[in-house]
């Protein structure tokens, strides 16, 4: 299987019209890392051609990173796995409302596979630059 790696936080494992901003949502990504600390990284695939758990070691993720994984295959397009770090600082909810928002099947069949990993990422990024505190991330911008 061939992947294209972007800028380093943006792994495509398909090839068809994807047609995300690649650039500028890599560059949203390096922003977010160097603002708050956190390590959003995104994987584009189409399973069964996925890259594994080999992603993990080539992102060095951690307890500080959110893997969000946009997968078409099983309805909704939107799957996130957070370290410890990012759940003591972010609810829960955030993530399954998010999902349910952008990466529902009316959603992203409407709107197209790239509004909705593009729309996911610039939620996660208002969520992460807001104040930790009671009520910090309880819209989904």
């Given at each position: 299987?061939?992947?294209?790696?972007?800028?380093?936080?943006?792994?495509?494992?398909?090839?068809?019209?994807?047609?995300?901003?690649?650039?500028?949502l890599?560059?949203?990504i390096?922003?977010?890392?160097?603002?708050?600390?956190?390590?959003?990284?995104?994987?584009?695939?189409?399973?069964?051609?996925?890259p594994?758990?080999?992603?993990?070691?080539?992102?060095?993720?951690?307890?500080?990173t959110?893997v969000f994984?946009?997968?078409?295959?099983?309805?909704?397009?939107?799957?996130?796995?957070?370290?410890?770090?990012?759940?003591?600082?972010?609810?829960?909810?955030?993530?399954?409302?998010?999902?349910?928002?952008?990466?529902?099947?009316?959603?992203?069949?409407?709107?197209?596979?790239?509004?909705?990993?593009?729309?996911?990422?610039?939620?996660?990024?208002?969520?992460?630059?807001?104040?930790?505190?009671?009520?910090?991330?309880?819209?989904?911008?």
């Amino acid at each position: 299987m061939l992947c294209a790696i972007i800028e380093g936080n943006v792994v495509k494992c398909r090839w068809h019209d994807v047609n995300v901003q690649e650039r500028r949502l890599a560059q949203e990504i390096s922003d977010i890392e160097k603002d708050t600390g956190y390590k959003l990284r995104v994987l584009a695939q189409n399973y069964p051609d996925t890259p594994g758990l080999a992603i993990r070691d080539f992102w060095q993720v951690d307890d500080r990173t959110i893997v969000f994984v946009a997968d078409p295959t099983f309805g909704n397009i939107l799957n996130f796995n957070v370290g410890a770090s990012v759940d003591l600082g972010i609810p829960r909810s955030f993530w399954s409302r998010l999902a349910g928002k952008y990466g529902n099947l009316f959603y992203w069949k409407e709107k197209g596979e790239d509004a909705s990993i593009e729309s996911a990422v610039m939620a996660i990024s208002s969520c992460l630059r807001e104040p930790v505190g009671p009520g910090n991330c309880s819209e989904v911008n």
